[in-house]
């Protein structure tokens, strides 16, 4: 089973940039589509964005041209860069396979607070 460890979450000032990492343990995540999501209070868990193994991307609408996914497969690690960060991208944001696939465990996930 696939262990994630989401890190790089804080607080910030609208217009601020953050840097999310996601580490996986074991091989799967070489070959497998990775993809960020968020959760905010009282609010379903929304898809952000994904990448596939060979490196595509895609973004949910509201994150298009702010944030940028990517991947390091030797490192077995994701990446979520967040820039011009809005209010409204406050939540807990979490890392696992994509839409479609079967996930992994869910991490604890990271805090990120944007202030206005």
């Known amino acids: 089973q696939v262990q994630l460890v989401e890190s790089g979450g804080g607080w910030v000032q609208a217009g601020g940039s953050l840097r999310l990492s996601c580490a996986a343990s074991g091989t799967f995540f070489i070959i497998n589509p990775m993809s960020w999501y968020r959760q905010a209070p009282g609010k379903q868990r929304e898809l952000v964005a994904t990448?596939?193994?060979?490196?595509?991307?895609n973004y949910a609408d509201s994150v298009k041209g702010r944030f940028t996914i990517s991947r390091d497969n030797a490192k077995r690690t994701a990446y979520l860069q967040m820039n011009s960060l809005k209010p409204e991208d406050t939540a807990v944001y979490y890392c696992n396979t994509s839409p479609g696939l079967p996930t992994w465990s869910w991490g604890q996930g990271t805090q990120v607070t944007v202030s206005s």
């Open positions: 990448i596939t193994s060979a490196g595509s991307t």
